[in-house]
């Protein structure tokens, strides 16, 4: 199994700190908006990872955090004139729903900065007691000029960086590149005690307390979007490895950034498309088939015409298992068969190169076409409980649920398109075939006529 480590610049053996468990930690939200697609990517990556572990056979200890103060969400607060853990609340309870619809496993914990207060001011301690740390009226700073390392993850060189910086007069820093560990209180604004003063954390120190307190000092792998890089996540690696002289994290995994019109989903911009928008209108198995359909490296172009167009691929999908389930033997010798295990073989082995989806779905769709052309006479179940498993490594099909619908309308439905079909309206009948589908109702026109396939 060979991984893109955002660290090294290349792909590398997976070679896990324990044998059989991954410690995994998941940038999470902000939580001063409510969530869009584009943060959803982040997550379905980030599940795609958690699932072919497991599939692997590790045990994955799976932590992703909520920053549920900072000074955006203070500022969402003043607008509405309410309290700050309303606005985190509220936005948390709108992720855990578009995450759940949209089937990502859930984490093991979903920390939360404001509960971790005490571990973060540990943290700084450790950073004062090394000699790296220091206070201002403003704040607790990193001096950033005593840690060597610092530009290994996003390869940038500080002294280039230097050039046109500049620090706010608010900020008596040392250098423009020292970032906040503590801010000072600020009139009006949320507060918790520590040794320096009253105030709040700072955002990246914050990410460095909850991963370690969970996973320890160093663990395995890291995942977020290729936009914390710099500076969130090069600022996590200086503050954690000075502050326990270990090293972090093992592997970095970043996902391209979800674009909309050429630009980045923001919500400090408002240039997003909102989950709760989106999720009514497409299938959340559509959604994820189309956001895993572009390896989790590359960015994306934010386009309905392919999401739609996902939607029309999973209905093949949706079709060739509903087909095999109707129609299982009650009994068959399961005696492995070779050409099932070889589409098996290409998708295990698209996935271990670099969690590479686009072609495991690939290798989903020639089985299906293998599953409607081939005889499968002894090894229906097979190619049954096969197809489920590959689909449900991409998080696709993982539960039916029965719903009610007129079965006398339908078949009047049905009356109607056969009557269609039989004048040559072939377009206008599998119009209507698309639009029941929409509403999980499938037909199967078979020579004997058509049927219902499957309500799910």
């Not at 280039?160 to 007069?169: C, F, K, V």
Request: proline fraction near 4%; charge should be positive; hydrophobic fraction near 35%.
């Amino acid at each position: 199994m060979k991984i893109y480590n955002t660290l090294s610049g290349r792909q590398e053996v997976f070679i896990p700190l324990n044998k059989n468990k991954v410690g995994m930690y998941v940038c999470g939200m902000t939580v001063q908006d409510s969530p869009h697609i584009g943060h959803m990517r982040a997550y379905i990556i980030s599940d795609i990872i958690k699932r072919w572990l497991e599939y692997k056979g590790f045990k994955v200890k799976h932590i992703q955090n909520f920053t549920d103060i900072d000074d955006k969400i203070i500022a969402k607060a003043k607008e509405e004139n309410c309290d700050f853990r309303e606005i985190a609340e509220r936005h948390i309870n709108e992720y855990m729903d578009a995450s759940d619809r949209l089937g990502i496993k859930r984490a093991d914990l979903y920390p939360r900065a404001t509960e971790h207060i005490q571990e973060i001011i540990e943290v700084i301690e450790k950073l004062f007691k090394n000699k790296i740390a220091y206070k201002t009226e403003s704040g607790v700073y990193f001096e950033v000029g005593k840690f060597e390392p610092y530009g290994k993850l996003s390869k940038k060189n500080i002294k280039d960086l230097r050039a046109g910086s500049r620090i706010s007069p608010d900020e008596k820093k040392k250098s423009a590149f020292d970032f906040a560990l503590w801010k000072s209180r600020k009139q009006g604004e949320p507060y918790w005690h520590s040794p320096w003063g009253k105030g709040r954390p700072g955002w990246h120190i914050e990410c460095s307390a909850m991963s370690t307190h969970y996973l320890g000092d160093t663990f395995d792998i890291h995942t977020g979007g290729e936009d914390l890089i710099f500076p969130h996540h090069e600022n996590e690696i200086a503050q954690s490895e000075a502050a326990t002289n270990k090293p972090f994290v093992k592997y970095w995994l970043h996902n391209g950034l979800l674009r909309l019109t050429g630009e980045k989903m923001s919500k400090s911009t408002h240039h997003f498309i909102s989950t709760k928008k989106l999720l009514p209108k497409y299938k959340a198995d559509g959604v994820r088939l189309y956001l895993l359909s572009t390896h989790y490296r590359h960015p994306i172009e934010f386009e309905e015409n392919r999401l739609k167009e996902a939607e029309e691929s999973l209905s093949r999908i949706e079709e060739a298992i509903v087909s095999l389930k109707r129609d299982l033997p009650k009994e068959e010798k399961l005696k492995p068969n070779s050409k099932i295990l070889s589409f098996v073989d290409a998708f295990e082995k698209a996935m271990d190169e670099d969690f590479n989806t686009p072609k495991a779905i690939g290798i989903i769709y020639s089985f299906i076409k293998f599953i409607n052309t081939e005889n499968l006479n002894g090894i229906k179940t097979q190619a049954y409980s096969m197809l489920l498993k590959l689909c449900n490594v991409l998080g696709i099909y993982e539960k039916e649920e029965e719903v009610k619908f007129d079965k006398k309308l339908v078949d009047v439905i049905i009356d109607i398109r056969k009557t269609l079909r039989n004048k040559g309206e072939f377009g206008l009948g599998d119009e209507i075939r698309k639009r029941l589908s929409e509403l999980n109702i499938y037909l199967s026109d078979q020579p004997d006529g058509t049927t219902i396939w499957r309500v799910r």
